[in-house]
T-cell receptor, first 115, second 113 residues
Framework: EPEVTQTPSHQVTQMGQEVILRCVPI?????FYWYRQILGQKVEFLVS????????KSEIFDDQFSVERPDGSNFTLKIRSTKLEDSAMYFC?????????????FGPGTRLTVT | GQNIDQPTEMTATEGAIVQINCTYQ??????LFWYQQHAGEAPTFLSY????GLEEKGRFSSFLSRSKGYSYLLLKELQMKDSASYLC??????????????FGRGTSLIVHP
């Protein structure tokens, strides 16, 4: 069964460093998403991406964040200058159809620890 | 999706039926999701409701009443593996006109023999 994959599974970085989290969505999916979940807290939507453009983004997704689909298979989330409060589990998801009705498949997540 | 309320925890017996409620307030409702999340794992999509009524999918059903700002997830024939957190998420219009999902804190369901 096709699945979303994410690398690395755990990333440790120092405050102020740039990190890139990588995702490979399911191959025939057209819509891509990033979410985060701080330990013990709610899942939070960050951004959705379609046709090489950001479709929707939350207030969390400020200028420190960017997304890219550098080739036909990868979808990346970059945090330019990490802060302690960026420590969280970051989930990538993809869907065949738009958010409104499209079943989203989540990857296993990347645990980001900022020290 | 600014105020999403779900019970924090529920317990039920294997084989029974449980109903998990979710109430919400929105400025521009555009759909409600239910997800299952086992501890330490990613969420798994269960259902999406945008119109009033009941959507059934196997042992799981989801109901929506937009006028009441209310949804429930119904789990039948409970199994031990159903012990998980159940997340309600609502797509709401935000400033700028886009729609984004806001998640509730989740309901931790414990199924015991």
């Amino acid at each position: 069964e096709p699945e979303v994959t994410q690398t690395p599974s755990h990333q440790v970085t120092q405050m102020g460093q740039e990190v890139i989290l990588r995702c490979v969505p399911i191959s025939n999916h057209l819509y891509f998403y990033w979410y985060r979940q701080i330990l013990g807290q709610k899942v939070e939507f960050l951004v959705s991406f379609y046709n090489n453009e950001i479709s929707e983004k939350s207030e969390i997704f400020d200028d420190q964040f960017s997304v890219e689909r550098p080739d036909g298979s990868n979808f990346t989330l970059k945090i330019r200058s990490t802060k302690l409060e960026d420590s969280a589990m970051y989930f990538c998801a993809s869907s065949e159809r738009a958010t409104s009705g499209g079943e989203q498949y989540f990857g296993p997540g990347t645990r980001l620890t900022v020290t | 999706g600014q105020n999403i309320d779900q019970p924090t925890e529920m317990t039920a017996t294997e084989g029974a039926i449980v109903q998990i409620n979710c109430t919400y307030q929105t400025s521009g409702f555009n759909g409600l999701f239910w997800y299952q999340q086992h501890a330490g794992e990613a969420p798994t999509f269960l259902s999406y409701n945008v119109l009033d009524g009941l959507e059934e999918k196997g042992r799981f059903s989801s109901f929506l009443s937009r006028s009441k700002g209310y949804s429930y997830l119904l789990l039948k024939e409970l199994q031990m593996k159903d012990s998980a957190s159940y997340l309600c998420a609502v797509r709401d219009r935000v400033s700028g006109g886009s729609y984004i999902p806001t998640f509730g804190r989740g309901t931790s369901l414990i199924v015991h023999p």
